[in-house]
């Protein structure tokens, strides 16, 4: 029978547990039974079987994920890919997490963005000016810039990728100079087109 360690390990018990416990392996089932017994299960890691199977499955609430999943995730670790235990486990997020709404703003900012060069790109043919595509293409640094900056906060964050917020900076910069030499264009061309009529 293949043991769990499942460390420091908090599983909480539902009023479906037992249909859930038939549907499992019968080497998973003993973690279903431990669940049953408390709401909230401390179960010790256990040395002997610590090199095969190693699993820390977190939840507080009975409703985060259906017990089934839990218990499968937590006992049949050993047979996943090493690093996909802790790719199922529930985990709380860092104090310095983007709120919904923030993150709605970031990322309606970037699709308002594309669909701002797709409009350009599309005037420029309506008009035959094919300037309005050279600022559709001078817009492209920003998109870099905001798709690193998404990507930084994506990562909570991390010192790691600290890099992105030199990149992201940068790439505003580019950005702002090629949109301007951009829009001069698109001017001195108005300015031609005027004076020649």
């Not at 009975?62 to 790719?87: F, R």
């Not at 990728?161 to 001069?184: K, P």
Request: net charge positive; aromatic share 8%; glycine share 4%.
């Amino acid at each position: 029978m293949l043991g769990c360690a499942l460390s420091s390990t908090r599983v909480a018990a539902t009023r479906g547990a037992s249909s859930s416990r038939q549907q499992l392996p019968a080497r998973c089932q003993h973690v279903v039974r431990r669940a049953q017994r408390c709401a909230v299960a401390e179960v010790a890691e256990d040395p002997s079987t610590s090199s095969r199977c190693s699993a820390a499955v977190t939840t507080s609430r009975a409703t985060d994920l259906p017990l089934s999943a839990l218990l499968a995730v937590a006992a049949c670790g050993s047979l996943l890919a090493p690093g996909a235990v802790e790719a199922l486990t529930i985990h709380t997020e860092p104090a310095n997490a983007l709120s919904l709404p923030t993150w709605a703003i970031h990322v309606s900012s970037v699709v308002e963005w594309v669909t701002a060069m797709g409009l350009m790109w599309r005037y420029a043919e309506a008009t035959n000016n094919p300037r309005w595509k050279g600022m559709a293409w001078g817009m492209v640094p920003s998109l870099g810039s905001a798709m690193a900056a998404c990507t930084w906060h994506f990562f909570y964050n991390s010192p790691d990728l600290e890099f992105l917020v030199v990149v992201q900076s940068a790439l505003t910069v580019i950005g702002n100079c090629t949109c301007w030499w951009a829009a001069y264009r698109i001017y001195e061309a108005a300015q031609a087109e005027k004076s020649s009529a």
